[in-house]
C-alpha cells in the first residue's frame, strides 16, 4: 500500500527548509530564501468550517462571540470567525497549535478541501492586491479584521484583511481549491515587482502572534 | 541634431545623456526627456507623415497627441503618438501612410484630387451604375486607415492593470487640480492625482511669467509639486491619461511605464467617492488656408519645444494668435533667439498691458485685429499671409514658422462623458460646465479662468467640494472658499473668431480625416444642420486624436455659418478613451483562471490531452488518437479510471431541507432512502431542463447531491432563488471542490477496488443505485456509489481532495494486474452516449424540456405543480407534438458519425444531431439526435446535412435506445 497523504492545491516553487508531517499533511515551515517580505504562505491544510443556522444569535463557537454584522470579523485564540451574512458565518483555525476538530453539531460542515487558503503579508501587499481587486482594503473607515467576499483575479473569495498598517499588513484569502494553481500563479506574477516569495508557516505563525 | 538649450530650468531634457536611435533606417540621437517627436525635430526632421486622405505634409503642432499628425510607427507598432512618447534607446522609427517618404509621397497628387472627394463623396459617387461601388468601395478601404498591422501581430511589451480606490480623484496635475488635491488631502482623505504628462505643473511649469510677490509660475509649480508629493495620502500618477469616467465616480485611465517599471503601460480602474475635473484647456486651432502645415504649431507647442525640449521651434516666427499666452510665448522665444517676424492679434483690445508694452519695448512689430490667411511651402511653410479680420488688407511675409492659436478651448471630455452638460458662455467664448454630474467638481482653467491665483483658488473650493461629498468639510469652509474665489479676477474675455477670411478649401477644421471648412460647408448645404450629424457625414473628428482639433471648433463654425441668433449649437459627444491607447493596455495582464482538479498534474504526466471545458481544465484524452478507441475498448472489457471531480457536488441541511428538494426536482424527493442513490432533474419555469445528478440522504435534514460540473457554479443561488418567499430554514454548502470524484468503471471494477477496502463489495451487499460510505485504511473517508453513466459495472468514489491523489495511485496499484488505464472525456461520451445517457447542453438546449429528452419518468406528477419548479409547463407540453423529440440513429451505407451539430433535414431543417461517433462497441456509427416528432418514429430515415457538405448528405435511420445493452446488464453485474 501506499502511504496516505495530503496534497495542497498549492505548489510553490521554492525549495522547502523545513517541513512538519501533521494529520497527514507535509507542512513546509520554512523555504529556502524566503526574502525580507511581503509573504505569501500556504494555509491551505489549516481547518475551516461552514457554519449555517437560521438562529445564529444564540450561538458561539470555539467559545467565541460571533461578529454580528455581516463583513466583520472576530480573531480570538487563533480562531477566526467572519460574518457572511444573516445565517453564515465562516471559521477559519489559524492557530494551528492544537489540534482543532469540528463541533459535532449538524450546522457545521467542514470546508477544509473546498478552498486554497493562503495568507499574504508584509509592507506593500495592498499595491500586489490592487493590480488583482478592485476590493478595498485601505479603507480608513473599516478596522481590522474585516471581511470582504468577492472577485481577486477574477476569482471570487473570501477575503479577511486582518491588519492594514505598515509592515504587519496582512491578509487572508481562500478561493475554491480547483484555482490553486492560477490564483498563486497570478498572486506571485502580481508581487514579482514587490519581491513577494513564498514563506513556510513559521514566519505566518511569527506574523500572527505580533498582530 | 541641433543645439539644445541647457541652461533653462524648466527643460525637462539631459542633454548629457544621448540615446540613438534608428530613423528611416539611419542612426540618429536624441537626449534623455526627449519625446520621439523632439527627437526627430532636432534632428532636423520637420514632416513627420502624411494625413489620411489627401497625403498632405503634416508636422508638430500641439506637442500633446491632439491629432494624427505625428502618429508614426514606432518599434514596429503603428499609430504610436510620437508627441506623448518618451524616446527610449534602440527605437526604430518609420513614417507611416506614406508612398515612397514623408518628404516624397507619391500619393501627394490626391491633395489637388479634393475637388473628386466632397464632403460623404462615398456616400454620392460610384455607386452608378451599381456594378462599380464593390470595385470602387475596395479602393477606399486600401487607402482608408492610417498604419498597417499584419492580423497575426503578437503586441510587444509589458501591460498591467490596477484597480485602485480613493476618496478623491483629481484629474489633472496643474496647479489647480494640484490645490485641490492638497485641499483634500488635508482634510485625510485619500487622493488620487492623475496628470497626463510625465510630470505635475500643467499650465505654470513651462512659463515663466509672474505668479506673485516675484515668483515665476515654473517656481510655483515646482512648489506645488514638493507638495504633493509631501503628503503621504496622495498617490500621484503622472504620464496617465484619464479616459473614462462613468457613473458612481469610476474613472478609469492608463499610465505610461518609466524605464524602471515593470510595465510598457497600465491601465488603471478608479473607485473614487468624488472627482475633480481640472484637465484644464487646449488651445483652439485657428483655421486659415493650409493652417496644417508642417512649421505651423500652437503657441504652447513652440514655447514647450524651447522651454521644455530645449529647441527653438524655428528661425524667424509670425504669430498669430487670440490670447494672451501667445504674446507671453513670443516674448520668451524672442529672449531665447527666434526672431519675430510680426504679432498678429485676433483681438482689437483686451490685451495684457504689461506684455503689450514689453513687445513694444522689443520693438516686435504687432497687428491688433489681424490674423493669418494662409500658410505657404510646398512641404514646409516658407512664408504667410496675414490680413486684418475684414480681409481688407493684408500682407505676406517669410517665415519658417508660424505659431497660430484662435484662443483657447476647456478639456471638458471627463464631464460630458459622466454626462455633465455644457453651455455656451459669450464672455470666454468657451462651452463651460453647466450641469455637473453627481459629486464631481471642476476647478481651474476649465471654468475659463486665467489668473493663477484664481485658478489656485478654484482648485481650493473644488477640493473642499471633494471633501464635503466624502463627509470631510463644513459648508461654511466651501463658502468661504467661493468667496475667496470671487474676490479674485474671474473668466477672461475670449477670442470669438473661429475662421480667418478664407473660403475654405484649404482651411482644415479635422486634420485626422482632412475635413476643411469647405466640407463643413458642403454638410450643411446637404442639410446636416447638426454637428453630430455633420461629424458623421464628413468624419470631423472621428480620427485618432479622438476630437482634439475639430473640438469646439466645429460647433462654433456651425453655429456662425448658419447665422444662429444664440448658441444653442452644442459640442459632439465624446466618447471613452478620451485618448487613445492600445487594446493590449485595456486586455491588461490576462492572467488565465482555470480550476484544475486534484490529479491534474498526475494525468498530465500520463498523457493527458488537456481542454478547457467551462471553467476546468480536464482530460480529455489520453493519447493522439483523439476517437480514444483504446481507452473505449480499455473500460468495455477490462477497468479504467476517469477523474470525475470536476461534478457539482453539495449539502443540503437543516428543517426545511426536503421542501427545498421538493421544490428543485422533479422527482418526489421524499423517496430517497438512506443507502440508495436517486437519480433526478432540474427543470426551469418553462420545464426545460437545467441540471440532473443523484441525491443521497446523509442523515435526518441533512442530503449530499450532485450536479452537472456546469452548473456547480448556479446551483446555491438557484436553489435559494427558488426558496426565496418561503421562509425555509435549510443551508446550502458547496462541496463541489472539496471533494475529488474517480470513476472506477468496467468489468473488472470491483476486483481493482476490493483490493483497497474492508467492505464486503459484493452485488448482493453492494448493488446497484446503493450508496455506502467507508474509510480506507481507516483514514481516507470515502462516499460510494454504484452508478452506471457508461454503462459497466462503475463505483463513483467521492474522496477529500487533498486524499485523492493517494487514493488514485492505491487505486492504480491494486489495478495494475488488469492493466487498468486512465480514460477521459471524451472517451466517457462515447460511452454514455452508447448507452444513450444523455448530458445536458448536449442532448439539450435552451428549449428542451424533461419530456423531449425522454426523462419524464423522473417527474413525479403527483406532487403539487406550485411547488416544483417547472411543473407547470411540463404538464401543459406533455400533448405537445411540435416539440423536438430525441431519437437514436444508426447510418446507413456504413457511413460516418455525422459531426455534433449536424442539421437533420428534409426540405427544411427538421432537427440536430446532438452526439454522434463511429462506435467501437457497436462497430457502427450512432448517435442521438433532436428531431420533431413525426421522424421520431423507428425506422424513420434521417437526411443529415453538415456544413460545406455541397450535395453529399449523411443518412441515418432511428433506432430504439439505448444502442448498447439494453436491458442494462453490465452496470448491474
Redesign the interface.
Known amino acids: 500500500?501506499?502511504?496516505?497523504?495530503?496534497?495542497?492545491?498549492v505548489v510553490f516553487k521554492s525549495s522547502p527548509l523545513k517541513t512538519e508531517k501533521r494529520d497527514?499533511?507535509d507542512v513546509v515551515m520554512e523555504y529556502k530564501e524566503e526574502g525580507d517580505g511581503p509573504f505569501l504562505v500556504d494555509l491551505?491544510?489549516r481547518p475551516r468550517f461552514?457554519l449555517?443556522?437560521?438562529n445564529l444569535a444564540d450561538k458561539k463557537s470555539f467559545e467565541l462571540e460571533l461578529p454580528e454584522t455581516p463583513g466583520n470579523s472576530v480573531l480570538e485564540n487563533g480562531i477566526l470567525a467572519s460574518r457572511m451574512n444573516r445565517?453564515?458565518v465562516s471559521l477559519f483555525d489559524l492557530d494551528g497549535q492544537d489540534d482543532v476538530s469540528m463541533p459535532g453539531e449538524?450546522?457545521y460542515?467542514d470546508?477544509?478541501?473546498?478552498?486554497v487558503c493562503v495568507a499574504l503579508f508584509g509592507k506593500e501587499i495592498f499595491l500586489i492586491c490592487?493590480?488583482?481587486?478592485?476590493?478595498?482594503f485601505?479603507?480608513?473607515q473599516r478596522k481590522a479584521p474585516f471581511f470582504f467576499q468577492g472577485p481577486f483575479?477574477?476569482?471570487p473569495c473570501q477575503i479577511v484583511t486582518l491588519n492594514k498598517e505598515g509592515e504587519s499588513s496582512g491578509i487572508v484569502l481562500t478561493c475554491?481549491?480547483?484555482?490553486?494553481?492560477?490564483?498563486i500563479?497570478?498572486i506571485l506574477?502580481?508581487g514579482?515587482?514587490f519581491g513577494l516569495k513564498p514563506a513556510g508557516e513559521s514566519r505566518f505563525t511569527h506574523w500572527i502572534k505580533s498582530l | 541634431m541641433m543645439n539644445r538649450f541647457n541652461h533653462l530650468p524648466t527643460l525637462k531634457i539631459d542633454t548629457t545623456k544621448k540615446l540613438a536611435f534608428i530613423y528611416k533606417g539611419k542612426k540618429h540621437y536624441g537626449v534623455e526627456g526627449d519625446t520621439v517627436a523632439s527627437a526627430l525635430f532636432a534632428n532636423k526632421v520637420r514632416i513627420f507623415g502624411r494625413s489620411l486622405k489627401y497625403h498632405r505634409p503634416r508636422g508638430l503642432y500641439s506637442l500633446d497627441g491632439e491629432c494624427s499628425n505625428t502618429c508614426m510607427e514606432v518599434d514596429g507598432i503603428p499609430n504610436v503618438r510620437c508627441e506623448n512618447t518618451l524616446l527610449k534607446d534602440g527605437m526604430v522609427i518609420k513614417e507611416q501612410n506614406v508612398k515612397g517618404s514623408a518628404e516624397k509621397d507619391y500619393l501627394g497628387f490626391l491633395d489637388k484630387m479634393d475637388w473628386m472627394m466632397p464632403a460623404g463623396f462615398y456616400y454620392n459617387v460610384m455607386h452608378k451604375p451599381a456594378k462599380v461601388w464593390p470595385i470602387a468601395m475596395k479602393q477606399i478601404r486600401k487607402a482608408a486607415g492610417l498604419g498597417k498591422i499584419s492580423p497575426d501581430y503578437e503586441m510587444p511589451g509589458k501591460f498591467d492593470e490596477i484597480f485602485l480606490n480613493t476618496d478623491v480623484c483629481v484629474i489633472g496635475g496643474g496647479p489647480s487640480g494640484m490645490t485641490a488635491a492638497l485641499c483634500a488631502a488635508q482634510k485625510g482623505l485619500r487622493v488620487i492625482l492623475m496628470e497626463s504628462r510625465p510630470w505635475l505643473g500643467g499650465f505654470f511649469e513651462y512659463r515663466s511669467g509672474e505668479y506673485k510677490d516675484g515668483q515665476n509660475l515654473h517656481e510655483r509649480a515646482q512648489d506645488l509639486a514638493k507638495e504633493v508629493a509631501a503628503q503621504d495620502n496622495i498617490r500621484v500618477f503622472t504620464h496617465t491619461s484619464a479616459v473614462g469616467t462613468y457613473n458612481n465616480n469610476l474613472v478609469t485611465g492608463f499610465q505610461i511605464g518609466k524605464k524602471e517599471d515593470v510595465f510598457d503601460e497600465r491601465y488603471l480602474e478608479i473607485r473614487a467617492k468624488s472627482v475633480v475635473a481640472a484637465a484644464g484647456c487646449i488651445e483652439r486651432p485657428l483655421i486659415f488656408d493650409h493652417n496644417e502645415r508642417p512649421g505651423v504649431m500652437q503657441i504652447g507647442c513652440a514655447l514647450r519645444m524651447a522651454k521644455t525640449y530645449g529647441q527653438l521651434p524655428g528661425k524667424k516666427a509670425v504669430f498669430s494668435i487670440g490670447h494672451d499666452l501667445g504674446l507671453e510665448a513670443a516674448l520668451e522665444l524672442h529672449d531665447l533667439g527666434l526672431t519675430i517676424a510680426c504679432i498678429t492679434d485676433i483681438r482689437e483690445d483686451g490685451q495684457d498691458a504689461d506684455l503689450l508694452r514689453k513687445i513694444e519695448d522689443k520693438k516686435i512689430p504687432f497687428l491688433k485685429g489681424w490674423v493669418a490667411t494662409k500658410a505657404h511651402g510646398a512641404k514646409i511653410v516658407k512664408k504667410i499671409s496675414i490680413s486684418s479680420l475684414d480681409g481688407q488688407v493684408s500682407k505676406t511675409l517669410d517665415c519658417d514658422l508660424i505659431v497660430a492659436s484662435a484662443g483657447m478651448t476647456p478639456v471638458t471630455g471627463h464631464i460630458t462623458v459622466a454626462q455633465g452638460t455644457l453651455k455656451y458662455d459669450n464672455h470666454t467664448g468657451f462651452f463651460l460646465p453647466d450641469k455637473m454630474p453627481e459629486k464631481m467638481h471642476a476647478a481651474g482653467r476649465i471654468l475659463g479662468l486665467n489668473d493663477p491665483l484664481s485658478i489656485e483658488a478654484s482648485g481650493k473650493l473644488a477640493g473642499l467640494q471633494a471633501a464635503f461629498d466624502c463627509e470631510n468639510c463644513s459648508i461654511q469652509e466651501i463658502g468661504e472658499a467661493k468667496k475667496a474665489l470671487e474676490s479674485l479676477p474671474g473668466p477672461v474675455r475670449g477670442s470669438k473668431l473661429v475662421t480667418a477670411p478664407v473660403k475654405g478649401r484649404k482651411s482644415f477644421i479635422c486634420f485626422d480625416e482632412d475635413a476643411t471648412i469647405k466640407n463643413i460647408k458642403q454638410a450643411i448645404e446637404k442639410g446636416f444642420d447638426v454637428p453630430e450629424l455633420i461629424k458623421r457625414f464628413t468624419a470631423t473628428g472621428l480620427g485618432p486624436g479622438q476630437g482634439g482639433i475639430p473640438g469646439h471648433n466645429l460647433p462654433l463654425y456651425v453655429a456662425k455659418y448658419q447665422a444662429l441668433s444664440d448658441i444653442s449649437i452644442r459640442p459632439t459627444n465624446v466618447r471613452p478613451p478620451l485618448v487613445p491607447t492600445l487594446i493590449s493596455t485595456y486586455a491588461g495582464v490576462n492572467h488565465k483562471m482555470f480550476k484544475i482538479t486534484p490529479m491534474d498534474e498526475m494525468q498530465k504526466k500520463d498523457g493527458g490531452v488537456f481542454r478547457n471545458i467551462g471553467v476546468w481544465q480536464r482530460a480529455r484524452y489520453f493519447s493522439n488518437d483523439f476517437t480514444c478507441r483504446k481507452e473505449i475498448e480499455n473500460v468495455r472489457n477490462n477497468v479504467g479510471m476517469l477523474d470525475g471531480s470536476t461534478l457539482g457536488k453539495f449539502r443540503i441541511h437543516g428543517p426545511d431541507a426536503l421542501n427545498a428538494l421538493q421544490r428543485v426536482f422533479v422527482s418526489d424527493m421524499t423517496k430517497v432512502k438512506q443507502g440508495r442513490v436517486k437519480y433526478s432533474a432540474m427543470c426551469n419555469d418553462d420545464g426545460c431542463v437545467i441540471d440532473d445528478g443523484i441525491v443521497v440522504k446523509q442523515g435526518e435534514n441533512d442530503y449530499y447531491f450532485t450536479t452537472s460540473s456546469g452548473r456547480a457554479g448556479q446551483t446555491v443561488e438557484w436553489i435559494r432563488y427558488h426558496a426565496r418567499y418561503d421562509g425555509w430554514d435549510f443551508a446550502l454548502v458547496n462541496l463541489t471542490d472539496s471533494l475529488g470524484v474517480i470513476n472506477l468503471s468496467g468489468p473488472n471494477a470491483r476486483k481493482v477496488l476490493e483490493k483497497i477496502v474492508d467492505i464486503d463489495l459484493s452485488n448482493e451487499a453492494f448493488g446497484f443505485s446503493e450508496y455506502k460510505t467507508f474509510d480506507i485504511q481507516d483514514t481516507v473517508p470515502v462516499r460510494a456509489m454504484r452508478l452506471g453513466f457508461v454503462g459497466e459495472l462503475s463505483y463513483e468514489l467521492h474522496v477529500p481532495s487533498s486524499y485523492m491523489k493517494s487514493v488514485w495511485l492505491m487505486l492504480r496499484e491494486a489495478g495494475k494486474e488488469f492493466n487498468i488505464q486512465n480514460f477521459g472525456v471524451e472517451a466517457q461520451n462515447v460511452l454514455r452516449m452508447e448507452k444513450c445517457h444523455i448530458i445536458l447542453g448536449q442532448e439539450s438546449e435552451q428549449r428542451t424540456n424533461l419530456l423531449d429528452v425522454g426523462l419524464g419518468f423522473l417527474w413525479d406528477r403527483k406532487k403539487s405543480d406550485a411547488k416544483t419548479v417547472g411543473a407547470v409547463a411540463l404538464h401543459q407540453a406533455e400533448g405537445d407534438q411540435t416539440r423536438l423529440k430525441l431519437v437514436g440513429f444508426k447510418t446507413q451505407n456504413n457511413s460516418r458519425a455525422p459531426r455534433d451539430g449536424a442539421l437533420v433535414v428534409d426540405d427544411k431543417v427538421r432537427g440536430y444531431i446532438c452526439t454522434a461517433r463511429d462506435s467501437f462497441s457497436l462497430n457502427e456509427a450512432v448517435g442521438m439526435a433532436l428531431v420533431e416528432a413525426e421522424l421520431s418514429k423507428i425506422g424513420t430515415r434521417l437526411e443529415i446535412y453538415e456544413d460545406e457538405c455541397g450535395d453529399d448528405r449523411i443518412y441515418g435511420k432511428v433506432v430504439a435506445m439505448p444502442f448498447y445493452d439494453p436491458e442494462g446488464k453490465r452496470m448491474k453485474m
Open positions: 500500500m501506499k502511504e496516505i497523504q495530503r496534497i495542497s492545491p497527514n499533511w491551505s491544510h461552514d449555517q443556522d437560521s445565517t453564515q449538524s450546522y460542515t470546508v477544509t478541501e473546498s478552498t490592487e493590480k488583482l481587486t478592485a476590493l478595498d485601505t479603507d480608513p483575479s477574477h476569482v475554491s481549491r480547483g484555482y490553486g494553481r492560477d490564483m500563479d497570478s506574477h502580481a514579482e515587482e
